[in-house]
């Protein structure tokens, strides 16, 4: 087995937040990647993975806001976007955040 030697191997950085931190329709539209979605999804069994590098505000806010996607998602998306993070982590077991609403459902 040929051992491999990456020298300066690129990391990525994810932002991990609670699934309790977006609404139970964020959850559903996430669910349904398809080309319509104006979001990069990955969903796994405990959440979803959600490119955040190629939000751009004002317009990425108001294409996610007219698919139907939440205030407070958009929130994150833009937290995520503005400190640097490629991917943003949604997790049913991640951490919550004070101050960032939360959803019961």
């Known amino acids: 087995m040929t051992k491999l030697n990456i ?3 690129e990391l990525t950085t994810c932002l991990e937040v609670s699934t309790g931190h977006i609404t139970q329709r964020d959850s ?3 669910a349904k ?3 319509a979605n104006p979001l990069i999804v990955h969903e796994y069994a405990e959440g979803f993975f ?4 190629d939000f751009d505000h004002q317009d990425s806010a108001k294409a996610l806001l007219a698919y139907g996607y939440s205030q ?19 997790d049913a077991d991640g951490p919550t955040y004070d101050g960032v609403p939360e959803f019961d459902w």
Do not use: C, M, Q, T
Not at 50 to 53: A, D
């Open 7 to 9: 020298p300066s191997p």
């Open 28 to 30: 559903k539209l996430l």
């Open 33 to 35: 990647a398809n080309d």
């Open 50 to 53: 959600v490119y955040s590098i």
């Open 72 to 90: 407070e998602l958009v929130n994150l998306l833009e937290f995520a976007h503005d400190r640097g993070y490629k991917w943003l982590v949604l």
